[in-house]
């Protein structure tokens, strides 16, 4: 009940009191005035009656006394008149009929009115012949007392209800402070921290809400600063502090993820980058040149690959004046083009003044199908030596080694083949729990995952797959056919408690029509849309959080669930964690691997939890492969694992 209820039952009550005790208190006085004037009434009447009775008494003349009797009688303001000798004898009685017109029964039961008798003496002379007795009729008494108790009802009422009214409207006109504290307490509950500038001019109600505005300050702070902390962590970890690219330990870490996870479908490209003549441009022309000159190269990497849409890729300097960009889910043409714009774009070094020479490096590039992170390394590297010896800003990669008979199809051969799967429903999906860490018999979630067929029933490697959709065009077109089909079977009986996580590829929750799509899709099947989550990567969505934002929103609206995939995997600050309503996060799984004996990743971990669960997020590890990663992360209090140390991926009957 809202406190304007309560107010307004308090005020109820005191105004029905107030009009109890003035109606008791208006009635009681009416009714003792009211017996007077009966008492008062009945003994003039009397008086005056035996004064006029007296000279006929001693005439004997009894026809006129019992006239003027029954006249006093019949007037009817009296219910009793008698008249008795000397011996107390009646002689003449009158009585009438107590008549109460327009006076409820509960009314005269409630108030009885006395009715006094009036007497006097009736006298023949000098000597007395008898006397009269008249009681008063209190059925005008009753309708007076009854018009008076209505009217004071009727007066009360009206005056109670305006005043009401006005106490209503100016309770709400006060209270008006409370509900903005109500929703800037809402707004905190959901990462937000409004500030009040209208003050209340109430002293109690102004303390309020400068306690609010000061705690919604604090919170704001409190988070910033957790962020802040973050950033400084993963800062002074995993960034190299001169160019702000990932340095050799992140690199390692996610070349090492990337190479030995055993969920990792992808097709990947390393791409080796490597300045030239570095140790003589710093002799020749001083450190703070060359430190401008990595700088430079770093901004010049980071500026070409953002050119690209939808580019799942990080960008490092291992060692001196060596940069590697890493793509995740390509293909070799797609890699090459890349390399290639690169190598175009290292001569705007020398245009932008970092260098002197026209010479400025080299490009080397190796595609990973499933070799060891060594394998991939020696590969790189002799793809590099190879583009120094082709000439100047030179790129070269090597040879594809596919031996499949995939690694023959042309792009058009693909679009068919994907066509065709699409349309013959050749997707079949398996499912991998989530295991909560509170409690390893509970699943928190299931992961949705992709097994395709080609046209011979042979499995086609979804590290072949997922890179020609991307290239093609047709992951919307995947992304709508795997929500469909888990629609569907979230709503049969068996699975009726499940909840079921889809990662969509970014460029789908970008796409205006997509999203109208799914939303559509969602109210279809509102019974089980509060039991389907979507989860999108980190680093392909946050560089438009507006974007990212309004999907949240979306999905909140229909009952479904939103998380990120690979947090952490980027360099953006978590802050936009804060401004966001997700139900979970999904670390990346290179910061689950081999976490018991990676103190720094336990201390990332650990504080990515603590800013997680403030704002009320869920946060999830993934790629958990042994036991003892899986104790360490129930350690820092992670709330749910998946990987092949915890269960692995069955087919969804």
């Not at 909560?436 to 499995?459: H, M, P, W």
Request: hydrophobic share 45%; glycine share 6%.
């Amino acid at each position: 009940m809202t406190l304007l209820r309560q107010l307004i039952i308090v005020i109820v009550i005191l105004f029905t009191l107030l009009f109890a005790g003035s109606v008791i208190i208006n009635v009681n006085n009416t009714r003792t005035y009211l017996n007077n004037q009966l008492r008062t009434i009945s003994e003039d009447m009397a008086t005056s009656l035996g004064m006029s009775l007296s000279p006929h008494i001693a005439k004997q003349e009894m026809t006129i006394v019992e006239s003027m009797i029954s006249a006093v009688s019949d007037s009817g303001y009296y219910r009793e008149v008698v008249y008795t000798d000397v011996n107390g004898k009646p002689v003449v009685v009158r009585r009438q009929e107590v008549r109460i017109e327009g006076v409820p029964a509960w009314f005269v039961n409630l108030i009885p009115l006395e009715t006094p008798r009036g007497e006097a003496q009736v006298m023949a002379g000098w000597v007395q012949a008898g006397s009269v007795a008249i009681a008063a009729n209190p059925g005008y008494a009753y309708a007076t007392l009854w018009g008076n108790s209505v009217d004071a009802f009727w007066w009360f009422l009206g005056s109670s209800a305006v005043a009401l009214l006005a106490g209503v409207v100016a309770l709400r006109f006060i209270l008006r402070p409370l509900r903005a504290v109500e929703e800037q307490a809402k707004a905190i509950c959901n990462r937000e921290y409004l500030i009040q500038d209208k003050v209340p001019w109430t002293l109690d109600l102004r303390s309020v809400v400068a306690a609010m505005n000061l705690m919604s300050a604090k919170v704001k702070e409190m988070f910033k600063e957790q962020s802040d902390a973050m950033e400084r962590l993963r800062a002074g970890t995993y960034v190299d502090a001169l160019t702000g690219l990932a340095n050799r330990q992140y690199f390692d870490l996610q070349l090492k993820q990337l190479t030995k996870s055993r969920t990792s479908s992808s097709t990947n490209a390393l791409l080796f980058i490597e300045l030239a003549d570095f140790k003589s441009f710093n002799e020749r022309m001083g450190y703070q040149a060359g430190d401008k000159l990595l700088k430079g190269c770093a901004e010049l990497i980071t500026e070409v690959c953002k050119e690209v849409p939808n580019l799942d890729y990080f960008a490092a300097r291992p060692s001196g004046a060596n940069f590697a960009v890493v793509i995740v889910d390509t293909v070799d043409a797609d890699a090459l083009a890349l390399a290639q714009k690169l190598g175009a774009a290292l001569a705007k070094l020398k245009e932008r003044g970092y260098t002197d020479s026209d010479r400025v490096g080299h490009i080397g590039v190796a595609i990973h199908r499933g070799q060891a992170a060594g394998q991939l390394l020696s590969e790189a590297d002799m793809a590099l030596r190879a583009a120094q010896v082709a000439g100047p800003n030179a790129v070269h990669m090597n040879e594809a080694k596919g031996t499949d008979e995939y690694s023959t199809y042309s792009a058009s051969r693909w679009m068919t083949v994907l066509r065709d799967v699409l349309t013959e429903c050749r997707v079949v999906l398996h499912r991998q729990p989530v295991v909560s860490c509170a409690d390893e018999a509970k699943v928190l979630q299931y992961e949705t995952l992709l097994r395709i067929f080609g046209d011979d029933g042979k499995l086609i490697p979804a590290n072949v797959i997922i890179p020609m959709a991307k290239h093609l065009h047709l992951t919307q077109e995947f992304d709508k056919h795997i929500v469909t089909d888990a629609l569907t079977r979230l709503a049969r009986p068996e699975y009726a408690s499940d909840v079921m996580a889809i990662n969509l590829f970014p460029m789908s929750i970008r796409d205006g029509g997509f999203v109208a799509w799914l939303g559509d899709m969602l109210k279809t099947h509102a019974g089980v849309a509060n039991r389907i989550a979507f989860e999108v990567m980190e680093h392909g969505v946050t560089d438009n959080l507006d974007a990212l934002r309004g999907w949240v929103e979306r999905m909140a609206e229909t009952g479904a669930r939103t998380g990120l995939d690979q947090v952490g995997k980027g360099f953006r600050s978590f802050s936009y964690l804060s401004t966001l309503k997700l139900d979970y996060i999904k670390i990346d799984g290179g910061f689950a691997r081999g976490i018991q004996e990676n103190r720094d990743n336990q201390f990332f971990v650990d504080s990515l939890v603590k800013y997680a669960h403030g704002l009320d997020i869920q946060v999830i590890a993934e790629s958990v492969e042994t036991r003892e990663e899986w104790d360490t992360l129930k350690s820092l209090r992670v709330d749910g694992v998946k990987g092949y140390g915890v269960a692995r991926p069955s087919e969804w009957a």
